[in-house]
T-cell receptor, first 113, second 116 residues
């Protein structure tokens, strides 16, 4: 089955700096890669996603890049703000398996004011 | 609130007791997923429904676990003879059918289970 590894497990940055979180996956059939933000005690919420036919996607301060050959994808947050502090999860899934997602273990991001 | 809802939000039970959780997905979503999340880890897939059909079960789902979605709308997850290792957050998610514009999974708030 699919295996997703996520690094780093914790990340601390100063407000205004950029943050990068990286994930690797094992199954080359995976074709959909969402990123979720989970605040303490709350549900995971999708912040951005990318399909395997796209190499990069941006949404304001957030961007995701995908390297299919190397089987890794990354989340980039620019101009970080204290409210970006949360746990971020990457995931990988593929349509032929009905879209179930395999998640990484999460990155705890702390943005210091 | 038109999002995914779960009940109860918290459940404390004694080892050996049975518990049942409910998930109400977003109304037009025919796919429904159950995940389990323990502290410091990402959600782990348990099982998946398309309409009323349970199409996949993880090896994590022992014989003590059963899930149903009888009418293709809400779903229940039952754990029999609970063990302390069952303590976790149980998350439900739903999504549109395969081939839809988006396959985003929307999560519910979860049910936090504590087995004493």
């Amino acid at each position: 089955g699919e295996n997703v590894e996520q690094h780093p497990s914790t990340l601390s940055v100063q407000e205004g700096d950029s943050a990068v979180i990286k994930c690797t996956y094992s199954d080359s059939a995976s074709n959909y890669f969402p990123w979720y933000k989970q605040e303490l005690g709350k549900r995971p919420q999708l912040i951005i996603d990318i399909r395997s036919n796209v190499g990069e996607k941006k949404d304001q301060r957030i961007a995701v890049t995908l390297n299919k050959t190397a089987k890794h994808f990354s989340l980039h947050i620019t101009e970080t703000q204290p409210e970006d502090s949360a746990v971020y999860f990457c995931a990988a899934s593929y349509n032929t398996n009905a879209g179930k997602s395999t998640f990484g273990d999460g990155t705890t991001l702390t943005v210091k004011p | 609130d038109t999002g995914v809802s779960q009940n109860p939000r918290h459940k404390i039970t004694k080892r050996g007791q049975n518990v049942t959780f409910r998930c109400d997905p977003i109304s037009e979503h025919n796919r429904l997923y159950w995940y389990r999340q323990t502290l410091g880890q990402g959600p782990e897939f348990l099982t998946y429904f398309q309409n009323e059909a349970q199409l996949e079960k993880s090896r994590l789902l022992s014989d003590r676990f059963s899930a149903e979605r009888p009418k293709g709308s809400f779903s229940t997850l039952e754990i029999q003879r609970t063990e302390q290792g069952d303590s976790a957050m149980y998350l439900c998610a739903s999504s549109l059918p395969q081939g839809a514009k988006t396959e985003t999974q929307y999560f519910g708030p979860g049910t936090r289970l504590l087995v004493l």
